[in-house]
């Protein structure tokens, strides 16, 4: 769909929103990348659809497959939020949630009348917890779904879910006692102690009498 270089990707190899709703139809999900399944396209694209439709709200996801790496995500999606919707007035109804896939990078912009409805601790942790964690292991599909299904509860007034929580794997087997393991060794080292000095104490006194004169 854009015209991509060789190398990470630029903002100005982007086309406009106008041409890419010619070339495909549809502005709603833009995946460069050719990671995204045809079934995580079309469920995200019926969302923004219903969004646009139902509360105003235009919702894009634009996944790519890299930027340069000595730019941040967030600047690459602000230019290009920029660059689609010039104005404030443009911007104020517009969502663009980023993915470049071969980076494992994750952004977001919102316009005024968004943020209304999405404060920016929600959507910059859609970004980077929602999104950024399955990213990082190269589950772009659930990337992609669980940020816009966080998105839309948020932007329809249902509470948030929150960011996915985090587990720590924990191995089967590990080189540091517990508190309980410490303190049962202790104890046991105080007993094997008492029964040496209950053995050996009587020995000492009659040894220590059989030498007296």
Do not use: C
């Not at 942790?125 to 299904?149: C, F, H």
């Not at 966080?150 to 924990?170: F, I, N, Q, S, W």
Request: aromatic fraction near 6%.
């Amino acid at each position: 769909m854009l015209a991509v270089p060789a190398f990470a990707l630029q903002v100005s190899d982007i086309p406009s929103l106008a041409e890419i709703q010619t070339l495909a139809d549809q502005t709603w999900v833009i995946d460069d990348s050719e990671v995204l399944s045809a079934l995580t396209k079309s469920t995200t694209a019926s969302k923004a659809a219903k969004l646009a439709e139902q509360i105003g709200i235009d919702v894009h996801v634009v996944a790519i497959q890299r930027i340069d790496l000595g730019q941040p995500a967030s600047e690459f999606a602000a230019e290009l939020f920029d660059k689609w919707f010039p104005t404030e007035s443009d911007k104020a109804n517009q969502v663009l949630l980023l993915l470049a896939t071969e980076d494992h990078r994750t952004a977001i912009q919102t316009g005024s009348k968004v943020k209304e409805l999405l404060p920016d601790s929600i959507a910059t942790s859609i970004a980077d917890e929602t999104m950024l964690y399955p990213a990082r292991k190269a589950n772009y599909n659930q990337a992609v779904n669980e940020g816009i299904s966080r998105l839309e509860a948020v932007l329809r007034g249902k509470p948030d879910p929150g960011a996915p929580l985090l587990v720590v794997e924990e191995s089967e087997t590990s080189n540091y006692a517990t508190k309980e393991e410490t303190e049962a060794s202790s104890s046991n080292v105080v007993v094997i102690l008492l029964l040496i000095l209950a053995t050996l104490l009587p020995m000492a006194t009659y040894y220590w009498l059989q030498g007296k004169p």
